[in-house]
Every structure is written in C-alpha cells, then in structure tokens.
C-alpha cells in the first residue's frame, strides 16, 4: 500500500473502548491547565502504573506530555492531541468499509487504501501434505501400548 508524502506513521496500537475513553479524558484534562498526578489519578479514577502506562502510550502516539515542577503539562492543543489517539476497532462490516471509503475526505482515502490492501492480499500457497508423518504418533502409542501390556 502507497503512502501518500504527507501522511503521518500512526504506531500499531490496539485498545478497548474503556482505554480509549479514559486517554480522551487524560488530553481533555490536562488540555485545560497544568495538573499535579494525584489530582489527575483522582479525577480519572486510575491507580499509579496505570497512570504511567497511559503516559507511555501518548508518548508512543507522539503525543507530549511534559513533567515540570510536579504538574503535567500537555504540549499540544487538545484538537492536536486527540488527532493523533487510537481509536477502539469499530467492528465495521466489508460493506461499511466500502461506504466509508467512498468520502474523498482524508480519513475517506484511509480507508479506502485499507479496504483495497485486505481485498488484493494473494491467496496462501496451497498446504502440502507429507505422506510420512500422518499417523506416526498413533503407530507409537500403539508400540509403547504392546510394550508396556506384556
């Protein structure tokens, strides 16, 4: 699949539709103003590793979020931010995808560049069978059965 000169390299990131929420809550919040972490674990419901997990996940989608004097500060606007979250798997249908791909927008041609890379993947090699194998965990059973019984 081509990738147009302009297009940002997203990582490979899948979660749920619960972590996904809570990153969104994380941007919004400190999009507002500077936070300290026990404010930020309080207000997200969060324990501490779950905190930091959160942060390298950000980092990992080139979100940046920068530790000064004790509060958190996120260095990009929130629209900026949010641009650059996993988003959970929609479960779409090949139809949906068709449909959404069709919108000359951005995302539109996203979409369409998936869909055609999941349609034009070739067929697997046919699977070859050796003839030698089948059945040799059977004739030893078999063996050590007739062993053991006498």
């Known amino acids: 699949m081509a990738r147009s000169g302009n297009a940002r ?39 501490l590793r779950t905190f930091y997990r959160e942060l390298v996940l950000l980092r990992r989608c080139g979100v940046k979020v920068r530790h000064k004097a004790k509060l ?9 931010a949010e641009g650059r979250l996993p988003f959970p798997d929609p479960q779409l249908s090949f139809a949906e995808m068709a449909e959404l791909a069709q919108c000359p927008c951005p995302a ?27 059945g040799t965990k059977a004739k030893a059973k078999t063996k050590r059965n007739a062993v053991n019984n006498n």
């Not at 749920?16 to 309080?42: F, K, M, W, Y």
């Not at 500060?73 to 900026?80: D, G, I, K, P, Q």
């Not at 369409?112 to 890379?117: E, H, R």
């Open 108 to 134: 539109g041609l996203r979409l369409a560049d998936l869909l055609a890379s999941v349609i034009a993947q070739p067929e697997p090699p046919p699977h070859k069978r050796s003839g030698g194998t089948k």
């Open 9 to 47: 390299r997203r990582p490979s990131v899948h979660v749920t539709l619960p972590r996904a929420a809570r990153l969104h809550r994380l941007v919004s919040l400190l999009a507002q103003n500077p936070r300290g972490r026990n404010e930020i674990l309080t207000t997200l419901r969060v324990g």
């Open 72 to 80: 958190y500060h996120l260095m990009h606007t929130a629209s900026e």
